[in-house]
C-alpha cells in the first residue's frame, strides 16, 4: 500500500510537471500577444500621426485580423487556448492522483495521513491544489496555475526525497482523535496560506509592474487582475487561513492540556505557530491601517508565509521540543 | 457638500475610530488627515491624551504585534529554564560569557521577561483602550436607524439603475425595503428605513452586517479573557509529581508527592484529600522494534467518603478528580530489592523504581542501604535489564518488557551522605565519601541478579535478593480552576473572528422618483472593507423591478463571465 501511494506521488508529481509547462506555455502566448498588440499600437500611433490621423478607427485597421477587437483587454475570464486547456485538465488528473496518493498512504498506515513531515506535505500541497481548484469553479483564478504547480511541485519532491519515511504507526501520544482534528486542520490552514502567498506574490509584482519598475517587465502580468484586486482575493484566502490557524492553536492547546498537562508550553513548535498567528493578525491589522494597506500588506504576507515555511521545516529539523514527531533524524 | 451628505457623517462622526483606521464607512472628506506624530507642547494632560491616542493607535497596535512576534523567537533558540534547566546549565557552561549576558536580559526564560512583559502588556492595554470606545459606539449603532440616504450616488462602488412603467414611488421604496430585508420577518438581514425625501421622492436606507462589528468585539475582548485565565491559572494552579509502583498509592496532599509546585495564590485548602492506588500498569510494545504502542494505568480513586471507582490512565486520557488531573507521564520497572546483613536480618526491602534510558528500557536505578547495624552503609548502582542479553560477553537488554530480567549493580561502601540534611536526589548516589567495593581492581565483576536469585554481597556483607518485577507509573498531578475560563474564552475568540471575517457589513440606498406614471429607481451599496459581493446585492434589489428578462445570449454571457472576475 505505502508502494503503490508512492508510486501515486510521482505520477501526480508528473502530472503538475506537465501542467506548470502548459501554463508557463499559456502565459508566454499572453506574453507574445500583449507584446505584439504593444508594437502594433506604437506602429499604428506612429503611422496615424505621420498621415496626420488620430482616430481609433486608424489604429483598429492598422492592428488588422487576427485580433479584431483589439482595443479589448485581453483577460483571462473566458479564455480558451489548447495550453491552457491541457494544463488545467492535467491539473486535475494529478489532483486526482495526488488524492489516491492520501488514500492509500492513509490505508498503509492504518491511520490519518498527517503524523510525520513527509505525509504534512503531501496532504499540504493537496489542499494547495484542491483549494486552487475549488476557488476556480467560483473566480477566474487560472493565471495562478503555473505559480501553483511550481510550489507544489517543489514541496511534493523535496518531501519525496528529503523526509519521505516509510508508512508506519503512531506512538501512543499521537493516538487520539485530536490528531485527525488539529494536525488535519494545520495542514489545511498550510495549504491555504501557500496558495494566498501566491496571490500576494503575484499582487507585488503586478504591483511593481505598474509602478514601472525596471526589474518587473513580464507583460503577462497585465493580463491579471489589478493588485488590489488580487489584495482583496489574497485577503479572503488568508482570512480563511487565519480562522483555521486560530482553531490549529486551540485544538493544539486541548490536546496538549489533556497530554502534557499543560495547555500552553512554549514549547518551539508553539512558539512558532504563536509568532505564525501574530504575524497574520499584524497582516489583518496592517490592511486596515492608513499607509500600510497594499503593497506593505502583502510584505507581511511574505513574512507570514515564511514563519509558516520555518514553523514546518526549521522547527522540526533545527530545535528539539514535544513536537518531535517529523520522522527525521 | 450635500446635507444629506452630513447627516451621514453626523452618524459616523459619533463612531470610534482608532487612529490611523481606514475605513470605507467614513467619506472621504471626514478621514482625519494623517496626524504628525509630533508631541504638543500643552502641557501634562495634553501630552497624556497624546500618548493614549498613540498607543491606542491602529500603527503602534501594529508595531507592537510584530515586536510581539519577534520578541518570541529567542525563547525557541535559547533552552528555556521553564522547560529544560539542565540544557540552560550545559549552555551556561559552555558558553560562559555570552551565557551570563544572554542570562542578565532573561533570555533563558523569554515568556517571563520584562521585556516579553512589557510588549505584552502595552498591546492589551492598547487593545482595551482601543476597544472600549469602540464597543460603546457599536452599542449607539446598534440602536440608531441606518444612516440617511445621500443625494448623489456616483462616488459609491456599485449603483444600479431601473425604470418601474407603472407606480408609485412609495410603493416601489417599500418594494425594495422588503426586499432587502428578506423572507425571515423576525430576523431581517438588512435594518430599513423607508421615508419621503420630498414630494414624490421616497428613499430607502438599509444597512446588514452589524455582526461583523460585534464578532471583531467578542474576538478582541475573548483574547483579554485568554489572557487573564491563564495569568490567573498561573496563579491558582498547583502541580505534583509521583511514582507509583503497583500496588502502591499516593494521597493528595503536599508532602505526599516527589516533587510540588503551585502558583502564588495557591492554598491547601484548594487540594481536595482522595488517594489515588495503582492497581495495574500494562504496556505493549512491537516485537520487531521495540516501538511502543500503548501504554494504560489502571488506579483506583478514593475519595474522602470512602467512593472509590477504578479509572483508566493513558497517555494522552488523563484522570479527573476534583478539578485535577492526573496525567501518565512516564513508566518503568521497579525491581522488588531485599538486602539482608551478615546475621540474615532484613536492612532493605522495598520495589525500587529504575529510569528507563534507551527504547529497550536499559534502567538505572539506586539502592541506598543506611540502616546498617555494623559496618558501613551500603549503596548499590547499576542497571536493570528487562530482557538480557549476554551474548559475546556483553550485556544489553533487548526488549523493554521484563522477559528476562537481569539486574547488573556496582557495590560502594561508606557514607551515603543521608545525614548531613541536603536534600538528595533519590536516583543518584553521592559517592563522594564512599568506596567502589565491585568494578575496582580486586573485584572486577558487578553484581549479577537474575529474577528470583539471591547473590552475596562481597566483604562478607551479607546478600541481595531480586524477587519481584512490578511496573511503576510517573504521575503528574494538575489543579488549575481556570481552564473552564480559558476554553470559553477561546471558543469565543475563535467564534467572533469567523464572524468578524466573514460577514460582509454592507450599505445600500434606493431612491425612487416619480415621474408621471413611471418611477426611476437609483441604486448604490457600499461595503466596509473589501466586499466583492457588494453589486451582487445592489443587483439583486435591483432585479425585483425588471419587468423582462430578455437580455442577449452575449449579455448573459458577459454577465456570467463579469461574475467570475475576483
Redesign the interface.
Known sequence: MGQISDYLVWGAATAYAIALVCFAIDLGRVSEAIGARKAARTKALAQAEGSGAVSGGAIATALGGESASADEPISY??RSSKALGIAMAVTTVGFLLHAGAVVTRGFAAGRVPWANMYEFCLVGTFVAVGAFLAIQI????RYLGGFITFVVLLFLVVGMNVFHIQAD?V???L??Y?LVIHVGIAVIATGIFTVAFVVSLLQLLRDSRDNGSPLVTWNWLEVL?NAD?????S??IN?VG??LW??TL?SG???A????????????KE??S??VW??Y??Y???R??????GRRAAYFVMIGYA?VLFNFTG?NIL?SGKHSYGGLN | MSTDDKSTQSTDAKAYRPEGIEDAFLTSDEKPAPKQAVAPSLGWRALARFMWRQLTSMRVALMLLMLLAIAAVPGSLFPQRSQDPAAVEQYLVDNPTLGEWLDRFSFFAVYASPWFAAIYILLFISLVGCILPRIKAHWHDLKSAPPRTPRIFKRFPAQAARTVESGSAQDVAQRAAERLRGPIKFLPLFRTTVGEEQPGVWTVSAERGYLKETGNLIFHVALVGILLSFGAGQLLEYRGQSIVVEGRGFANAQVAYDSFEHGAWFTEDSMSPFTMTLDKFESVFRANDSAAQDFTATVTLTEKNGESRQEDIKVNHPAKQDGAKIYLMGNGHAPTITVRDENGDVTFSGSVPFLAEDDQYTSKGVVKVPDVVSGEQIGLVGYLLPTADFENGGMRSIYPEALNPFLVLDMYEGDLGLDSGIPQNVYRLDTDAMTKVTGTMENPDPLIIGLGQTVDLPNGRGTVEFSEIPRFAAFDLRYDPTLGWLLGSSLAALGGLAISLFTPRRRVWVRATQSGDQVEVALAGLARGDDSGLQGEVDRVAAIFDSHLDLTDQEKLNKKLSRREI
Open positions: 475570464v473566458g467560483f473566480k477566474e483564478i504507526s506512538q501512543p501520544a493516538q487520539r485530536w487582475p484586486r488580487l489584495e482583496a482575493l485577503f479572503r482570512a487565519f480562522v486560530t482553531f486551540i492547546a486541548i490536546w492540556e489533556d497530554a502534557w498537562g499543560r495547555a500552553w508550553g512554549w514549547d518551539p512558539v512558532w504563536f509568532i501574530v504575524v493578525a499584524a489583518l491589522h496592517a486596515t491601517t492608513r499607509g500600510w494597506s514563519t522547527v530545535f
